[in-house]
């Protein structure tokens, strides 16, 4: 079993930066695809950008040229660096995984193991 833990989250005024962070546990990180995700109150969750094991990134359109995906496998961690914060971009923000050399893209239901998710609100 996989456990993540998000950090980082917090309020920050539009036009800011905030990193998130997501630890796993387990001695296999490196071979896990990992992918960041996002729910506002109200609607249905969805992507916002993955890394495979290999380091091939893809986002969603609305968050290209702005957010920037990487991992450091030595600590186990996946990181959402977050520019140019927009108040549209407010929800909670999840990591999750996929383990085995699979890749995870966009599909939530191609993920095992998610974390509890982090507050990210963008005041204007």
């Known amino acids: 079993q996989v456990q993540l833990v998000e950090s980082g989250g917090g309020l920050v005024q539009a036009g800011g930066s905030l990193r998130l962070s997501c630890a796993a546990s387990?001695?296999?990180?490196?071979?896990?695809?990992m992918g960041w995700f996002r729910q506002a109150p109200g609607k249905a969750r969805e992507f916002v950008a993955a890394?495979?094991?290999?380091?091939?990134?893809t986002y969603y359109d609305t968050v290209k040229g702005r957010f920037t995906i990487s991992r450091d496998n030595a600590k186990n961690t996946v990181y959402l660096q977050m520019n140019s914060l927009k108040p549209e971009d407010t929800a909670v923000y999840y990591c999750?995984?996929?383990?085995?050399?699979?890749?995870?893209?966009?599909?939530?239901?191609?993920?095992?193991?998610w974390g509890q998710g982090t507050q990210v609100t963008v005041s204007s």
């Open positions: 890394i495979t094991w290999s380091g091939g990134s």
């Open positions: 999750a995984a996929v383990r085995g050399y699979a890749s995870g893209g966009p599909s939530v239901s191609n993920y095992n193991y």
């Open positions: 387990g001695r296999t990180f490196s071979s896990y695809s």
